[in-house]
């Protein structure tokens, strides 16, 4: 068996925002859904992990989007897994159009393994860790975020919002690709609120870091800072639950 895992799907029509390109969350969406996947494929579904008291949680993911992807486009999703460590595990993706094979997206993810009823880390099972086979091979290499401080300020913005309950996961917690979705959106709002046209702003890498979860209800604060530094504009975001940091985010874009 080989330590990639593959498989294809079709862009549907409510996947796409309103320049009719494939959203952004959709990318890790598929990818969240590729990695249960490839772990059933191994033997390790959800029956599997229930049975173990366990479960893996998303930590953090580097994604970044290079060319857009529109309806009925054909995607391939390939998946695996690159390292493994005592309570952790990297998983590489990649998002390629079957018709000429151009590479849509691309990311890492730092998944932990937990008691899935305390949510304590648990160290991965030597089998589990060997059946995986990492392989070593990155699909986006780790950059150097730059400081904000280096560059041009262009902004500091700030806005409140309500967990609703649309947006929790069976896990009773936002779910990951809904942060996405925030801080793009925010820093759409931030754009028009600094009176710069939104339509020219395009976000291409991402880096969020899962450190609580947010919960129905929640009242959360989003604060959003961009500066121009080396001809590109760098975001660094954060979302607060009272004074706990929930979601710590950095974007670059043109």
Known sequence: MTAIYT??????????????AVRHSVFLQWFQEAAFDASTARGYGMKEYDAMGAAWLMRGV???FLQAAHYPDKIELKTW???????????EYEARRVSDGALLAR??????????????????????AALFEPNGQLALQ??????????????HFETTRRVQQYELDWMQHV???VYLNWIEQHAYEAWRAWGIDPAALALQRHWIEYRQAAKGDDTLRLVSDAAR???NIIWQHRIWRGETLLIEARSVGT
């Open 7 to 20: 498989e294809k799907l079709q862009v549907r029509s409510y996947e796409l925002r309103q320049d009719g």
């Open 62 to 64: 580097d994604i970044e």
């Open 81 to 91: 897994v690159s390292d493994f460590h005592r309570v952790r595990s990297h998983r």
């Open 107 to 128: 990311a890492r993810a730092d998944w932990v393994f937990l008691d899935s009823k305390t949510f304590a880390l648990r160290r991965i099972p030597a089998e589990t």
């Open 142 to 155: 780790p950059i150097d975020w730059l400081d904000l401080t280096r560059g041009e300020l262009l902004g």
């Open 175 to 177: 779910n990951n690709t």
């Open 229 to 231: 530094v080396d001809g």
